[in-house]
């Protein structure tokens, strides 16, 4: 386990170090730049046996992985980050076994080959395991949530999607890391059931950490604040827009959400006759990276104005409601002898789209056809 450890000590201390120097320095990159340096440490106690188990009666540095991972999505995903009082409650139970650590010092408190041994320690091991595997299991599925409701969210901001702004790779590492622990718990069962200590349980978790580290160095260094800097915070109403996440596109239910919001009969047919005026002769559906606010800034209507809009009177988010005037325009281009030579990807490039996957899987759900297959569907009738 030592080559293990020696590997994931480097790369957390590294990964750390990279996230803890980044520029601009974000609330979210210090959380993340906390927890690559606790992992280090751990790595370090675990390196140092002797001092390690004569000294440390738990393993109390894991206790923080969990409230972490989820701060950090949290802080992520916010548009007006803040660290509370609150917030460190999540730490409480680090606390608690960071002191008992040190009350039971010198005592092997949790050692599996007596796991389940009635001793004066016993109720103390459950405590611990128990307490342990709920931490893993709650923080990973709250990680989780966050990051779906937060793509429900994002598709009435933007009209694209990437890996900075969905996050499906911290999905991942949440997925990852409940999987992770989950290993190391049958391990665990499976050497307290034997009476033996192989394989290690440990070795799971240490595999893992080094693997989110190596995750953390690429994807934690490079990922940018999503909403400042893609441009869909409106400074002078900061808090405005969070009422309008995660919707259901049902009328009836959007009439009871946006009753309060200041918004009348007349004036939303207006806006929308703007807005769909704005979409015909400008076309800034060709800009592949628009946003709603970039929509709200022509138009000079309030951004929970228009997602109100377009949920109450088309039952779309913006993602829907502009990359369908992308596949029209790409259906007008195949259409066009002037772009006959042009690749299918050239032409939802020259639409809009920003990927190739993004292309194909719109178009399709929107027309019941691939691209290739509309555009060959094109050329037979005409032959026809």
């Given amino acids: 386990m030592e080559p293990v450890l020696y590997i994931g000590l480097a790369q957390s201390f590294f990964a ?15 959380v993340m730049a906390s927890w690559l340096f606790l992992i280090c440490v751990e790595m370090i106690f675990s390196l140092s046996k002797e001092y390690y188990n ?3 009666a738990f393993t109390f540095i894991p206790f923080t992985y969990g409230p972490l991972m989820y701060l950090y999505a949290k ?3 916010s548009e007006n980050p803040r660290f509370g009082w609150r917030n460190w409650l999540h730490f409480i139970p680090f606390a608690i076994f960071f002191i008992l650590t040190f009350v039971y010092r010198k005592q092997n408190v949790i050692a599996l080959d007596h796991f389940f041994v009635h001793d004066r320690n016993f109720i103390l091991r459950m405590i611990y395991g128990v307490s342990f595997f709920t931490s893993v299991s709650v923080y990973s599925g709250l990680t989780f949530d966050l990051i779906r409701k937060h793509q429900k969210k994002i598709r009435d901001l933007y009209s694209f999607t990437s890996e900075k702004i969905n996050l499906n790779w911290l999905k991942g590492v949440s ?13 665990g069962a499976f050497n307290i059931i034997n009476g033996e200590n192989n394989p290690n349980p440990l070795l799971f978790s240490y595999i893992g950490l080094t693997l989110f580290a190596f ?5 934690g260094y ?3 604040e999503i909403y400042k800097y893609y ?3 409106e400074p002078e109403e900061p808090h405005s827009s969070l009422k309008n996440g995660n919707k259901s596109y049902n009328n009836n239910h959007n009439s009871v959400k946006y009753q309060r919001s200041g918004l009348k009969e007349e004036e939303a047919r207006k806006y929308l006759k703007q807005l769909l005026k704005l979409m015909e002769v400008e076309k800034p559906y060709l800009n592949g990276e628009l946003s709603v606010l970039d929509l709200t800034f022509k138009l000079n209507i309030p951004r929970h104005y228009l997602t109100q809009i377009l949920n109450e009177k088309l ?3 913006f993602y829907t409601f502009v990359n369908e005037y992308r596949v029209e325009e790409v259906i007008r281009m195949m259409k066009d002898p002037k772009y006959k030579h042009f690749s299918l990807l050239a032409l939802g490039l020259e639409a809009g789209f920003n990927s190739k996957s993004s292309f194909n899987n719109i178009f399709k759900s929107y027309t019941g056809y691939t691209p290739s297959e509309y555009r060959e569907r094109l050329e037979n009738n005409k032959k026809d």
């Fill in 16 to 30: 750390g170090l990279m996230i803890a120097t980044k520029k601009p320095q974000q609330l979210y990159d210090r």
């Fill in 54 to 56: 004569e000294l440390l």
């Fill in 75 to 77: 802080f992520l995903i």
């Fill in 175 to 187: 997925i990852s890391f409940s999987v992770t622990y989950l290993a190391m718990f049958i391990a």
């Fill in 215 to 219: 995750a953390f160095s690429i994807y």
């Fill in 222 to 224: 490079k990922q940018q």
């Fill in 231 to 233: 441009g869909v915070v």
């Fill in 315 to 317: 039952n779309k988010n």
